[in-house]
């Protein structure tokens, strides 16, 4: 059976979204990434068990490690495609059309918690490679953050929407059973 858009409004207006967010990328400021950064170096320094330095307007300092979490480590652009394919994997997967409301508030919603456990992932990967670099001393270490964030944040979507997939498809057997 094919899929079907039940609600194009959602969509048109989740894209809307997406677009006025991208384009506000460039001018926002660090304190507008703070609802992304300050929990990801909250939770980075609990797991690795070190005092991190706040930097006034420019990001969270991890000196033993010299890691420094600024406005392009925000998983700004991740949140934003991740909330796009959560919108569309919602209004394609349910079975009853839900207010446009509901799926982007939703979809936010999921979108801000995998990012900040993909972020936080990636960030504590990139440290612990950067701690043992003598394992990858051979790969450019911006070659290397850049496929750790690739890797992190790729296998985060997926196993997110397969787990979502899984979550509707068992509640949406219930729906038609009964």
């Known amino acids: 059976m094919k899929p079907q858009i039940k609600s194009p409004a959602t969509l048109v ?106 972020n936080t992932s990636r960030i504590l990967i990139s440290m612990l490679f950067t701690k043992n670099s003598f394992f990858f001393e051979w790969v450019d270490s911006r070659i290397l953050h850049e496929s750790i964030g690739v890797f992190c944040f790729l296998s985060f979507v997926i196993v997110a929407t397969l787990i979502l997939d899984n979550f509707l498809s068992g509640s949406q057997k219930n729906v038609e059973t009964t």
Request: proline fraction near 5%; glycine fraction near 6%; aromatic fraction near 22%.
């Open 13 to 118: 207006t989740a894209g809307l979204i997406f677009v006025g967010c991208k384009l506000y990328f460039p001018l926002a400021n660090f304190a507008f990434f703070t609802f992304l950064l300050w929990p990801v170096a909250q939770i980075t320094g609990t797991v690795i068990g070190l005092p991190m330095d706040y930097l006034p307007g420019t990001g969270y300092y991890f000196s033993n490690y010299n890691v420094l979490i600024d406005k392009s480590c925000s998983g700004y652009n991740f949140l934003l495609l991740s909330f796009m394919i959560f919108v569309f994997f919602l209004t394609l997967k349910l079975k009853t059309r839900i207010p446009a409301f509901w799926t982007i508030s939703i979809s936010l919603f999921l979108s801000y918690v995998l990012t900040l456990l993909a």
